[in-house]
């Protein structure tokens, strides 16, 4: 079993949907959880970073973290074609050196 | 946040020569981190480059293969070395604050 698991997708949806992207995993020590955005050819980059348990909302865009159930989620609200990216979730379980783990990535196409 | 600038951008190598990929970071970093891309897959980390010390690999990577070098805190390279088609792939310098970033990626191509 993997670490981390996240659905790769694709996932296609209209301009203006709401949309769900999730991860699991099974080390109960993870603490941070991040999604990061990746756009074709570019490197990640850092979208959501939450400690521990609950939501963290930023503009469009909110995160929640499940520890009980091992479950993240990230939402974007008002999907617009410019979020067409792959989203990857990654998870740690402290900082200062330990390693991150990262889901495969779940590519979204938002369609205009 | 961290903002990180990779050189080259892109390139294109024969089987059996070598590249360096150049990492800077614009503020001092204690933690810095080299990921391989393959194509339509996640990130596996390369090793962990921390100034003044040997770079720790992750299993599978060895430093004959991937040498790295951290001279100071705000540079590092990663070399691959004698290279086959297998490391078509983009190479990712990352740096770690309180959470990681990184740079927009090496994207090399093996013929």
């Known amino acids: 079993q993997k670490e981390v698991e996240q659905d790769p997708g694709p996932l296609s949806v209209p301009e203006g949907a709401i949309v769900s992207l999730n991860c699991t995993y099974s080390n109960s020590a993870f603490q941070y959880f991040m999604w990061y955005r990746q756009y074709s050819r570019k490197g990640p980059e850092l979208l959501m970073y939450t400690y521990s348990s609950g939501n963290k909302e930023d503009g469009r865009f909110t995160a929640q973290v499940d520890k009980s159930s091992k479950y993240i989620s990230l939402f974007i609200r008002d999907s617009q074609p410019s979020d067409s990216a792959t989203y990857l979730c990654a998870m740690s379980a402290r900082t200062g050196g330990f390693k991150t783990i990262f889901g495969a990535g779940t590519r979204l196409f938002v369609k205009a | 946040s961290a903002v990180i600038s990779q050189k080259p951008s892109r390139d294109i190598c024969q089987r059996g020569t070598s590249l360096t990929i150049q990492c800077q970071v614009d503020s001092q970093v204690t933690m810095m981190f080299w990921y391989r891309q393959q194509p339509g897959q996640s990130l596996t980390l390369i090793a962990t480059a921390n100034q003044g010390s040997e770079a720790t690999y992750e299993s599978g990577f060895v430093i004959d293969k991937f040498p790295i070098s951290r001279p100071n805190l705000t540079f590092s390279t990663l070399t691959v070395s004698n290279l086959s088609p297998e490391d078509s792939s983009i190479y990712l310098c990352?740096?770690?604050?309180?959470?990681?970033?990184f740079g927009p990626g090496t994207r090399l191509l093996v013929l």
């Open positions: 990352s740096v770690e604050l309180e959470t990681q970033y």
